[in-house]
């Protein structure tokens, strides 16, 4: 299963709005609703930022924000601050049991 | 809260086995599933399969079927994820992760720290 297609740089600067996007198939993104995505500091454990293409978890800032068009999802970034500077991750399930991500998008916070 | 907590970091010969463990606490262990996901140094994030905690039942990823093998400990709220033949391109962080059991390929949360296993002769 190939991973989904994500930029693998995106860059903005504090206060701006950025997208991200998650390309993937009819198989994966664009067949179900089941798209998340996930910040990931280095060395830290990646955190939930949105699940079921736009649901954000308990916790999470509404800068955060998802949508989907297709088969390619995306999140949106407001009001960017420096502690967004982080990599992003989307997943997608395939099947019940069988989830494939991107590839993983470094945000820089010029 | 609900938490991840996983074994420390390991050293492994090329050929060897590791079993890392990720022990559960803050919620019930056998309502949820665990998933596995790895990175390699400078790579991205790569699920490795998923166990229900409950009756056990697995899906692997299909580069690592014949290699992997999941499991829990229900009465330790644990679960164990086994990688045998190891090779210098299996040197990554090893995560767990909670899941849902009606759609486990769904949201990943919370995470745990992280393994590092090194692989090098």
């Known amino acids: 299963q190939s991973a989904l297609t994500q930029p693998a740089s995106v860059s903005g600067s504090p206060g701006q709005s950025i997208t991200i996007s998650c390309t993937g198939t009819?198989?994966?993104?664009?067949?179900?609703?089941?798209v998340s995505w996930y910040q990931h500091h280095p060395g830290k454990a990646p955190k939930l930022m949105i699940y079921e293409v736009s649901n954000r978890p308990s916790g999470v800032s509404n800068r955060f924000s998802g949508s989907k068009s297709g088969n390619t999802a995306s999140l949106t970034i407001s009001g960017l601050q420096a502690e967004d500077e982080a990599d992003y991750y989307c997943?997608?399930?395939?099947?019940?049991?069988?989830?494939?991500f991107g590839g993983g998008t470094k945000l820089t916070v010029l | 809260q609900v938490q991840l907590v996983q074994s420390g970091a390991e050293v492994k010969k090329p050929g060897a086995s590791v079993k890392v463990s990720c022990k559960a606490s803050?919620?019930?262990?056998?309502?949820?599933?665990i998933s596995w996901v790895r990175q390699a140094p400078g790579q991205g994030l790569e699920w490795m399969g998923w166990?229900?905690?409950?009756?056990?039942?697995?899906n692997y990823a299909q580069n690592l079927q014949g290699r992997v093998t999941m499991t829990t400990d229900t009465s330790t709220s644990t679960a164990y994820m086994e990688l045998r033949s190891l090779r210098s391109d299996d040197t990554a962080v090893y995560y767990c992760a909670r899941v849902g059991v009606l759609v486990p390929a769904n949201w990943c949360d919370p995470w745990g720290q992280g393994t590092l296993v090194t692989v090098s002769s």
């Open positions: 009819s198989s994966d993104v664009g067949g179900y609703n089941y």
């Open positions: 166990i229900n905690a409950d009756n056990g039942n697995t």
């Open positions: 997943t997608s399930h395939i099947t019940s049991s069988t989830l494939v």
């Open positions: 803050g919620y019930n262990f056998s309502r949820f599933g």
